[in-house]
């Protein structure tokens, strides 16, 4: 079968033509790199991820990790591609050289990721988690701390994780019971159990480093009296070297729906009473810094949620192109069967993945262009209006690529019929791995809250007002291109929709009723969404449609009027419904606000 | 942890409440049975289910079947609750007690097979699946095929399968290439390869009975020349009496995203060259046997859906009601931990889940009393009736069974959060056996053609407009009781805009653009099966709040409320997000029909 990850065509025209990579070579971060450059680059990580990681995929998820007295393993055949990992220095490609990275404009490495993260990432995770660790101390750490940690976390050599849930603090994380003690040499006595900790033990690295939410004894109660702390698996001494072992036991891994070859630990941290660890920043202050990296997490899970169904909607459309089964419809007299991608409900399912697939992997990258900017910018208040921007948009990435990606994934299996249930066919296991991104690093439930309750009031709404008037001017373009002017107007109508949908929901958030108000944070969410895709759709479109009308498009005419079609489709069957989502938020029922308790049932 | 399967008191209002179900007691054929007589059959269900079969649910999917040499094995524990299955006679229930079975009401069968099926499905379909082979012997038989076949299957001491699929001929049957050829003893010699059949082989029968779908040498292609072929596992004589073994192999049984305990079997018919059947029916009428069949089932598999889905809410709120997290919106000074049934976003998923859960039940058991009143009315035309309104509801309970169904497994795992991604608790399970329940007994893409393209157009569109009526008289109902008249009017807006979109879509189906329409069939049926269900919850609100009114609710004050909240959700937050389904529907964007194929990818 086809080996199938992402499209390298649409990922240049996204790269090339939508986010004009090309011009990032001027910036005197990135000198010496252009586009061929950029090219190499991508096609390397490409042909380790066809090669290398790929056929690791399936032992992930039928081999797994597994658990014996303390000690996690990981399936034998992920030590080769880990180590070529490390050895290409792919785990933080966007991270100093000098530090193991490779000095990468951020929506390379994204690009980059979408082929090795693709293949599977329950594997790329063991070299590529550790980077918001390696992030966090970056940002928050003492110079010797940086010593120690900062290159064997960014190159991979050592393990990364974020430790922050506990059996009774998982969205709430405020209520965690972990401790610490000073001691006498400034170092900190570490005493807890945590649980769900993605990759907390395993036999790839030669030590993995856990930053670990707890609070000294004695601080307030809730987040702020939490610190966070550097408490390595293995002692790591001022030099750099390995020490002893810490008082750092995993107690188990657990069995879940997918991605099985992710070892999923509960640690206990000083259950002999000699876990040691480093104080991360200041006293206190360890849900900032915790914040830093996940705010990078969460647009990670977004991204592999995309992943997923990037790679199902390539299965599925190969499928449909090689699967004959009935005769189309309407052609009396012709093959008694055709290709399943024939019949009209077959291509309205391709259409819908590729749409949103599309969608997503544009405006995953356009939130990279952001952080470049960041990256290069000097100017302060270019920077803020970057990070701002980002800001608002990692709720949305978090959720639409976790909750559409396993639409996708879904759709996928559907696609395949009898064949997508089955283990023999990869579109299972991808929706079964999918489905964990709609939950860690916060539900998206939790998203939705971030969205309603502090992104959209982010300098008093003026960023939620700056993107819609990105979206205007998105439409003001399109409009000026022969054929889309009744969709840039149709996609017009909803940009409104949700102009003044947001208003009234600020209003209501602030208001007394603001609990009927969060009990629509959700379809509010995604329906914003639903219009971000749209906008990304529409900006594709604008570019083919003009790229098609210059005559220029030549061989890749199929590609340019396909980014036509997905934007039509999406503004004309999609964006209707959410319309119609607009108008029941809007409505604002407060049915489930309003039920007793005791009316949910026995 | 409790175990948990279906809302007894939900049930009794269906039954008792909604749809009358004591009247039934007065018919000629159920003479003798009372309420009474149903509560105890539905209780010793609920204990059977509970004691004997859901302890046996997760051994179901851990230990799942096994294959060797041919022979299938069944996980251990599913042997004793199977005997007493039989001993129960619960195989047929509404089946004649002469034959195996206990001549009740179907939608009595409905509410104890809840229990059974809803406490482990793979399980009962050992006993539960033959009813369908054993019904289409009943019906088409001869008298001494009905002698040697009809008690053991439906007893469920012999199982019954439904072979249809072979690998290039799953959706697509007519192109199956399994043969028979006639013997001189009049019998059949078939030779075939067939894959995908569910319970093909195990070890929990003495025998097990095929309906084998092939073609007569020499009969035509496609589906006009296929026969049906009674192809049992173990010979049978004249006398009923077990001779030799035929020959039919079990090749191979599949890896399966869920219903691991269920075998889904690769049968080999006649690879010696021995293997006879008896035809059933008449030579080339295949179909129209194995359709009579198909409709059951494909009710069954609506069921299906749902069981889980009225499992995985009942979890869903016990945890919402146990969990502690966070504390509560707005309510300063408050326990810094409340159950999460207190967040407004997980009420709002609690309440989708249950009006969906409810909406279901109702349309399920309203189709079974059409299959009651079909067995005791005397009057044809009224027969006719019933039989058509059951062939039109048949593709929506199969695919919002399944579909919303799947929604409603999936949402479960997002109130447990990350514990919902881990087999230590129950969803995850339901939802990867739900997932089935979309594809199988034809995929609801097949579905939503069946609807556009027959079950619409019964007695040119009669039937159609008879449910629409049906809503109607609700609607007028509902109008009358005080407090649900804007809740009526805006539901009776829905019935309109989806009577106005049929007229719409029968239209563009018999026009040049059919392919446009059957582009959103699929969107057709779901806002269809949307109204419909919207039908169901305002039926229930009608009766809660007239109870309500009437002083009489007493001890259920809460749970009639909260029929009336459930349909205020839908009819407030879902049903407009319907209505602008259908302005897309309209609208009938042809994207994915113009579509070029290259245009959807490499």
Known sequence: MAQLIADRRDIDFVLYEQMETEKLAKEEKFAGLNR???????????????????PTKIDGDRIGVTFENGKVTVPPSYHKPHKLLLEGEWASMTEDPE?????????????AKEFLAGANGTLTGYSMLGHGTGKMIDIFGTREQKDMFLKKIYSGQWGGTMVLTESNAGSDVGSLTTTAVKNDDGTYSITGDKIFITNG???????????????????????????????????VNPDGSLGEPNDVVCTGIEEKTGIHGSATCSLSFGSKGKCRGFLLGDVNKGMRVMFYMMNEARHDVGFQGF??????????????????????????GGPAQVPIIKHPDVRRMLLWMKCHVEALRSLIYYVDTL?????????????????????????????????????????????????????EFPVEQLMRDCKITSIYEGTNGIQAMDLLGRKMGLEKGAVFGSMIEKMKSAVQKARAVAGLETLAADFDEA????????????????????????????????????????????????????????????????????????????????????????????????????????????
Request: with cysteine.
């Open 36 to 54: 061929k450059a950029f090219d190499m680059i991508i096609s390397e990580a490409r042909n380790l991820a066809l090669k290398e990681i790929l």
């Open 99 to 111: 530090l193991g990275g490779q000095g990468l404009p951020h929506i390379i490495y994204q690009a």
């Open 201 to 235: 033990e395993h036999d790839l690295s030669e030590n993995i480093v856990h930053p670990v939410l707890a609070r000294i004894e004695g601080e307030p109660e809730g987040i702020k009296g939490i610190s966070i702390f550097i408490v390595p698996k293995i002692w």
């Open 307 to 332: 992943c997923n169904a990037t790679s199902a909607y390539q299965y599925a459309l190969t499928y449909a192109r090689d699967r004959l089964q009935g005769a189309e419809l309407g052609a009396p």
């Open 371 to 423: 952080f470049d900017r960041i990256q290069c910018s000097n100017d302060e208040a270019e920077k803020k209006e970057c990070d701002n921007m980002a800001a608002l948009l990692t709720p949305l990435i978090k959720s639409l690529g976790s909750d559409r990606g396993f639409d996708v994934c879904v759709q996928a299996v559907q696609v395949y019929g009898g064949y997508g249930f089955i283990q």
């Open 495 to 602: 940009v409104d929709a949700l102009a003044r949908l947001a208003g009234i929901m600020g209003k209501r958030a602030g208001s007394a009723a603001f609990k009927t108000a969060f009990a629509h944070a959700t379809p509010f969410m995604n329906a914003t969404g639903d219009v971000v895709l749209g906008w990304m759709l529409l900006w594709r479109a604008q570019i083919a449609a003009e790229k098609l009308a210059s005559g220029k498009a030549q061989k890749d005419e199929a590609f340019y009027k396909g980014q036509v079609k997905s934007a039509e489709f999406f503004i004309n069957t999609v964006l209707p419904v959410t319309l119609g989502s607009m108008n029941a938020i809007e409505k604002g029922s407060a049915a489930a606000v309003d039920i007793d308790e005791a009316s949910f049932g026995a």
